[in-house]
Every structure is written in C-alpha cells, then in structure tokens.
C-alpha cells in the first residue's frame, strides 16, 4: 500500500536518494544537501507546483513532481507537467508506477488541467513503453539547451 502526499522538507533526502537510484540520476544529482533544499523551498513557494512523494511502512518509495500550467494553446486549456518520475528500484515493475502516475493524472484533474504532458529521456525505452500502456502517446519531439 503507497500513500501519496505532498511532500516535506524532511522528505527531501528520500527524494534525491530516489533520484540518483538509476544509471542517469547516479551520474547528475551530485549537489550538497543545501542546494536541493533550497529548491524544495522555491518550488514549496510558486502556486500550482507540488513535489509528491509515495511512502510505503514508513519509508520514501516513489516521487513526481506535478506543475499546473495555464496557457491559451488549445482552445486554453490549463495543463499539467509531470517531471522526475521515480519508483526505488526494488519495487519497479509491481504496479507502483500504474498508482504514481494514477495519483498525478487525479491531482492534475482536481487542479483543472484538461491535458497531461510528461518528459522522459531518450535513453529511457522501458519507461517509453510504460507510459505508452498507460495511453500517453508520444507526440512531441523535446529540445533542451543548458544555459
């Protein structure tokens, strides 16, 4: 059983630990605790941006981070953006993920977003072919540029 909830600041290790379990998340989420904390509190700060967390017997399990969007593209429907999708490795592939995304897709609902969009790395096919399962369609090409 995983409840989802919004997340707290002494959540936030538990987070970054989810982050780096996996091959890219190893190699880029290398800050001190400080700096993530401090974007634990800007996000905690702008409306419609909640980081979600799924705890299971008392222990950090999944976490998703949801952002409502307004905008005026497609007849202006409000949208919702699920970013930083994690499940710890030792429960993938049991049905957390199906009750992470079944979470973000109700609070991005009850937020009023007509349309649900994620992003996920190129490298990632066996989360490509989840979210497909799940109905997502992959009708977008995504560009990045650090700056």
Do not use: W
Request: aromatic residues 6%; contains cysteine.
């Amino acid at each position: 059983m995983i409840r989802f909830r919004a997340a707290a600041c002494e959540d936030v290790p538990h987070v970054v630990a989810l982050l780096r379990d996996d091959a890219l998340g190893r190699g880029r989420e290398d800050q001190p605790m400080e700096r993530y904390l401090a974007a634990f509190d800007a996000m905690s700060a702008e409306p419609g941006n909640q980081l979600i967390v799924g705890e299971a017997n008392g222990r950090i399990v999944a976490t998703y981070q949801l952002t409502l969007i307004s905008g005026l593209s497609l007849s202006a429907a409000r949208r919702a953006q699920i970013e930083a999708v994690r499940i710890a490795s030792d429960l993938r592939g049991q049905g957390a993920g199906r009750l992470l995304m079944a979470d973000a897709e109700s609070r991005a609902r009850a937020g009023g977003a007509r349309l649900v969009q994620l992003t996920s790395n190129a490298s990632r096919g066996e989360a490509h072919r989840f979210y497909e399962r799940l109905g997502y369609a992959p009708s977008h090409i995504g560009f990045k540029k650090s700056l």
